[in-house]
Nanobody, 116 residues
Framework: VQLQASGGGLVQAGGSLRLSCAAS????????FGWYRQAPGKQRELVAG???????TYADSVKGRFTISRDNANNIAYLQMNSLKPEDTAVYYC???????????WGQGTQVTVSS
């Protein structure tokens, strides 16, 4: 299983970025995609998650600013991030959960830096 995250970068406060997470190399369906982030000196936290039926959840800190979506046909998850704040600066990771085999797989992180 491979999860390739992309789309990070440097942006000014108030700007936008869209992260992508492309999954490949598996035969089971991805039940849930999740986006997590980890800032320096802090624990990794859930940012947003989306099920295969499209039900989404968000951390309170990003509600109304971030939108998670997925393309089931191509096994890609997206995280649209608007109105970015300096406190959104972190390494963002995607995770795929396969419920049929109860297996989590993490992708590599992508750095998001928001300047004030």
């Amino acid at each position: 299983v491979q999860l390739q995250a992309s789309g990070g970068g440097l942006v000014q406060a108030g700007g936008s970025l869209r992260l992508s997470c492309a999954a490949s190399g598996f035969t089971y369906s991805i039940t849930t995609f999740g986006w997590y982030r980890q800032a320096p000196g802090k624990q990794r936290e859930l940012v947003a998650g989306i099920t295969n039926s499209g039900s989404a959840t968000y951390a309170d800190s990003v509600k109304g600013r971030f939108t998670i979506s997925r393309d089931n046909a191509n096994n890609i998850a997206y995280l649209q991030m608007n109105s970015l704040k300096p406190e959104d600066t972190a390494v963002y990771y995607c995770k795929a959960y396969f419920s049929e085999i109860m297996y989590d797989h993490w992708g590599q992180g992508t750095q998001v830096t928001v300047s004030s």
